[in-house]
T-cell receptor, first 116, second 110 residues
Framework: KAGVTQTPRYLIKTRGQQVTLSCSPI?????VSWYQQTPGQGLQFLFE???????NKGNFPGRFSGRQFSNSRSEMNVSTLELGDSALYLC???????????????FGPGTRLTVL | AQRVTQPEKLLSVFKGAPVELKCNYS??????LFWYVQYSRQRLQLLLR??SRESIKGFTADLNKGETSFHLKKPFAQEEDSAMYYC????????????FGTGTQLKVEL
């Protein structure tokens, strides 16, 4: 099976712009989670989608939003970009229909967003 | 709120020496604990999970609820173990949210 894919891999934006990142999970996976990785804050959870519904949300401002489509592909959007949004954004998918103890999340390569 | 602490940013050991990467957590319930690893230029991947009590690539980790720790150990370090290691916690009940520690860079020197 192909792994989790994320597009684009690199993105440069300026302050005030908005951006949309895309994630395609492993075929058959219905749960998609997003994480922000920065040198200062490390890996921080943004949100999780399951069957097109947001199931969990991290402590990020409303400028960060996401959605999931019926084919389980997911997008996240950041509006009114700030310099501090520069980060590696990781997507992870999980195989099970109901979360079971110990089930694995598979991570994508990430999208590197630079805000100038 | 739950928290994961990895006190060492960098751990440098010689090849063949024992390795212990520390991880402590704070959570009042019964969490699930994981170790994820990121090799150079590769994506983040699961190394092991406490619930399966398995040994992967010679690494083991035991969940100590009394000390709220989940330290990662390997008796003899290999050069290929050099990587970034993240300890992560997931709450029991609902969702796949992982809370990560800040990570420890393991460097195995010859």
């Amino acid at each position: 099976k192909a792994g989790v894919t994320q597009t684009p891999r690199y993105l440069i934006k300026t302050r005030g712009q908005q951006v949309t990142l895309s994630c395609s999970p492993i075929s058959g996976h219905r749960s998609v989670s997003w994480y922000q990785q920065t040198p200062g804050q490390g890996l921080q959870f943004l949100f999780e989608y399951f069957s097109e519904t947001q199931r969990n949300k991290g402590n990020f401002p409303g400028r960060f939003s996401g959605r999931q489509f019926s084919n389980s592909r997911s997008e996240m959007n950041v509006s009114t970009l700030e310099l501090g949004d520069s980060a590696l954004y990781l997507c992870a998918s999980s195989p099970l229909s109901e979360r079971a103890p110990g089930d694995e999340q598979f991570f994508g390569p990430g999208t590197r967003l630079t805000v100038l | 709120a739950q928290r994961v602490t990895q006190p060492e940013k960098l751990l440098s050991v010689f090849k063949g020496a024992p390795v212990e990467l520390k991880c402590n957590y704070s959570y009042s319930g019964s969490p699930e604990l994981f170790w994820y690893v990121q090799y150079s230029r590769q994506r983040l991947q699961l190394l092991l999970r406490h619930i399966s009590r398995e040994s992967i690539k010679g690494f083991t980790a035991d969940l100590n609820k009394g000390e709220t720790s989940f330290h990662l150990k390997k008796p003899f370090a290999q050069e290929e173990d050099s990587a970034m290691y993240y300890c992560a916690l997931r709450l029991t009940g609902g969702g796949n949210k992982l809370t990560f520690g800040t990570g420890t860079q393991l460097k195995v020197e010859l």
